[in-house]
């Protein structure tokens, strides 16, 4: 029976490895690592010693038990046994069996250890993945080669006849498969090439923070190092008491197998224990240790069924062939796998993939196998053996397989690209144009009233909303370039169709009442704006701006009550599953047979007072200096989109799948794709939204929530900021700050900020390490060379028509691309040693300056804080050239076409040193080597002026005024009762 396992178990080994390799990269069990190992543990050694029930008894072992010899390894007292006065002499066979059981105790004890420090040691890799180094695994069947090529040396040589086939064939081949040296050359191949073709193919590094100032940078690749150190020990011992001659003298193969199945339930039950130690001490961690999101358990589930079959397979194929052909199998199909589907999803030029070294590191990796495979079949028909080897000969089957792999690759690398024609940019300018030029068509096209009705009716298959021509009179008096596309108005306000009125005001009412929800009120009462009493002091400037704007048009607005969000973070995230049934009814519009032109008249009293003593109760959650991404980010996506589907939890390396769909190469080409974070499932590590919010107090409810920014995904509604409209960041150049011409400014890409993007106090997590803030100003700056390699496009010194992107340290790029990207002040929303660790890190820290010294630098970096940037406008407005990195989206988002009034940067940070050469323009010698990046200052000077044109047309007050008086026409229908049938007609 168990020799008819034999391929069962090693194919079972092949697909398991295979669908690991797969699933590994991106599962949530890494979120905890611990959890998931003792939850593994637990499975997979059950999964062992389930398995050890359905094996046969050795015949050896069923003969020593029918003779009264019992396998223990740990011996128990039998209960009721008398005690003879004297014990018989024990035998030879007999102190044999007794040092093998101790020598088994100390290995399974030895196991138990390795195993527990093994699951320690990954915690402490995953944690700071970003300071991880290269990994050794392809390197593990070499070590059991060259041991076991040690090993052989000190045995006599078996003597071999070689016959006439021998002499005339490849005797050559015969006498190196047969030698002892053939398995390390076999496996040296093997490590090699498959270091070789997983470096080649290995996605670029992230911004992710590996801090200089902290000892990760160092310890974290001897981890690694032990790690696997603890890998092979923890194989060897596993081997003995599967393999071994002593456990097989003194265990059955059942009892063998269910002594590693123990070893592993003992380490989940060590794990267990040192939970219960935790939670008892730590009291401020026993909501995180206990609190299991759905999303994790069901991903641990998963794997915990998938390595439960890997590891009863590898256990199965150790038994039959031994630990050392189970490593060249596994290590072989891991190192295939990962590279194919590495060179699969990657046929762009960036990242760059060198496929010259991934097809030599195949071709080193199948010679190896090859080679493994003719000495294992070599060495069985020397030795008539069949059940402890691999093969008996080479299959053809096998060659085949080979020559397909190499033709594949060949594939891959004639079909790839490293070079480009064009530059991307030089595209996305072109494509931007003609995308700005469309809405700019479309946005104005009615030239009447009636036109205007006309076109909302075919826009959105309803009528507008009474007041429609009080709004088209005041849009079109202060010359307003937009008068059609309001799209963005009507995607916030789509969903509420589901809720009625009543539901609507009520909920606007439990925002209102209780101060805790960080939301105050505004009434409108017979054209009369005012603030509702419970408005916290510090944020009365917000409320006194909102009014200000709104009071230019109140007198021709319904009564209503609107709850603002006074607040940075965006704070409504309804479950897709939810929002997209309400969004469908807000979608079947249709114009109403009796049309209602009038409000409803009791429209006041309809909206309940707020009451002298705050509302207690709220439907709001609190979630600050909390993870958010996973709870409140990513629920607003499909449920098998990869936001919500994976868990990207390397942060050491850059997610090419969800950067691919918003990208041309390094570059970012879709401005409102990048906003979608359903296909960005890195976000959760990559901004203080989602890692560690300041103030964040969210509801998995519809509630009307007006917010003057959001990520993709929430629910808030947008209105123009009450910041950008009372002008608290200013565009007014001076005589002491000048806006000069463009040509003028200095070439330089400058910004100053704080640290104020999200609240990082943990030393051991270090939440600021993946703050956008923090990561662009460390990309920008070179912090004692902590930075990894940054790629430029350059021209090819093969083809110098063509472009190719290469790799330079940022010490090198900061020579000649010049950047001033720095923190002002201390160190600010921190706790802890993480205020420490940030000062170490980006010292110095710059005094504030003026706000209108940014006018004398031709690039202005522009980068979102708790919520969106205050800046951009007065940047925007200036003569220089805005660079912008965002998550959160704004009431403009739809009216300022990235690459043609600002340059838009993917929030990972990877295009930004690539995009500011394509501008400034780089002409050097680096490393012995000729490096040319044409410039483009006139498409710089033309995007900036584009902007500042742009700006000055549609970002006025008075389009902020524009858009906020349509905006809330809407929402006064959308809570009136007679909603359906409201509407404006012309004439």
Known sequence: MMVNAKWPAISGLVLGTVVLTRVLPASFAFDRPVHSCTAILLGAGGAVVALSRGLPQDQEQRRRKDGGQYDQLLPLNEVGQPHPSREPSPSREDVTHASSQRKLRIVFLTLVALICLRADLLRRVVDNAQCAGTHWTTWVPLVFGAWQYWFSRSLPQAKTTNDNEEHNGSSKLRKLATSAVAPVIATFAIALGGGLVLSAVRSPASTYICAASLPHRITVPWLQRVASILDIAILYY?????????????????NRFAVVGLALLVCAGFWLVVGGVYW????????WLLTIPSVYLWSVMKLNVYIAFTLTCALQSVHHIGLFSTTVVTTCTSVLTASILAAWSNGHPFPTVYFGSAFCGIALLLIGAWLYLQTEATSAAHHNSRDDRLLRKVPAWFSAACIAIMFLWLGFWLCYHKEVAFHPIDMLLYQAEAAHEAFVAQSATSQTLAEAVQTYRERHNRLPPPGFDAWYEFATSRKSSIVDNFDSIHRDLLPFHALTPAEIRERTWNLIANPWNDAAGISIRAGKVAISPNVVPTHLWMLEGIVDMISKFADKLPDMDLAFNVNDECRVSVPYEHVERMRQVGARGKIPTNVDKTWTSVRGQQWKPIPDEPLHDSSLVEASWQPTFHRFGNIGCPPNSPARAERTWDTGSLCRSCAYPHSMGAFLSNWTTAGDVCHQPDLADLHGLYLSPAAFKASFELYPVFSQSKAGGFNDILYPSAWNYIDKAKYEPNQEHPDGSFAEKKSTLFWRGATSEGFSFHGNVGQWRGMARQRFVHLSSNINNSNPD?????????????????TFSIQQLSSFLATDVHFVDSIVRCAGRDCSDQEKEFYPLERPLDFQAHWQYKYLLDLDGAGFSGRFLPFLKSNSLPFKAALFREWWDDRVEAWVHFVPLD?????????????????????GVDVSVEAHHQEAERIARQGKEWAEQVLRKEDMEIYMFRLLLEWGRLTDDKRDNLGFVAG
Not at 280 to 287: A, K, L, P, W
Not at 790 to 795: A, E, F, P, R
Not at 915 to 926: C, D, S
Request: aromatic share 10%.
């Open 790 to 806: 940054q790629t430029l496009l350059v021209k090819s010194h093969r083809h110098p028509q063509n472009l190719e992107y290469k």
């Open 280 to 287: 008892y001490v730590q009291e401020t961690g026993r909501i």
């Open 907 to 927: 929030l990972r940070g990877q295009g930004l040193w690539a995009t500011l050469a394509y501008f400034q323009g780089l002409y050097a010698k680096i490393g």
């Open 238 to 254: 596993m081997d003995q008491l599967i393999s071994s001659p002593g456990a097989k003298s003194a265990l059955s193969t059942p």
